[in-house]
């Protein structure tokens, strides 16, 4: 499917910076993706988890929007004057922790969560073709830190989301103690 210019540049991104957390992750042992550098810390196996779990939360969004707005006919198709997506609000400062929702596991087979993670982003090409085909400007869901996004923006963060936790997981395997193998 050929897809409008902000929406296949947004794929082409979310693509990217899942390759690069897939170069990091594969071909870690089960000793290294369960390693932490402190108690307050996630894994690699974690943080993993954690990406996947977040992603199909934003794939089930994308389904529960698109409904919603399709029983209320209020579904539009996407606009030819959209060429550029609102940016996201800042960041809110410092940390925050993750909702409950997308808390990670500890202890899963790292093998099954790449499979997991390459599946999921496999699905959420599915949400990201309905995305252009709609007006994502009306598709609106209140995030927990930055208030109220767009469908577009929910993706955007996804992308955004990927690079915090890839920088996150290469701090990981550079502290002292990380396991060779």
Known sequence: MSLPKPVETLW????????????????LGQRQADWKPSAKDWSVGEIVD?????????????????????????????PADLTVFAPLPPDPPGPADAP????PSPGKVIGELIATMKATRER??????????????????????????????????????????????????????FPKA
């Open 12 to 27: 082409k991104e979310l693509e990217a910076v899942r390759a690069a957390v897939l170069r990091e992750v594969e071909g």
């Open 124 to 177: 959420s090409r599915q949400s990201i073709e309905r995305l252009a085909t709609l007006d994502p400007r009306q598709l609106r869901f209140k995030h927990a830190h930055r208030g109220d996004l767009d469908l577009a923006q929910w993706w955007e963060l996804q992308r955004r989301h990927d690079a915090i936790h890839l920088a996150q997981i290469r701090d990981v395997k550079r502290a002292p103690g």
């Open 50 to 78: 954690h990406l996947t779990v977040a992603e199909i939360a934003t794939g089930k969004l994308t389904t529960k929007l698109t409904k919603e707005a399709g029983a209320a006919g209020t579904l539009a198709p996407w």
């Open 100 to 103: 409950e929702a997308v808390r």
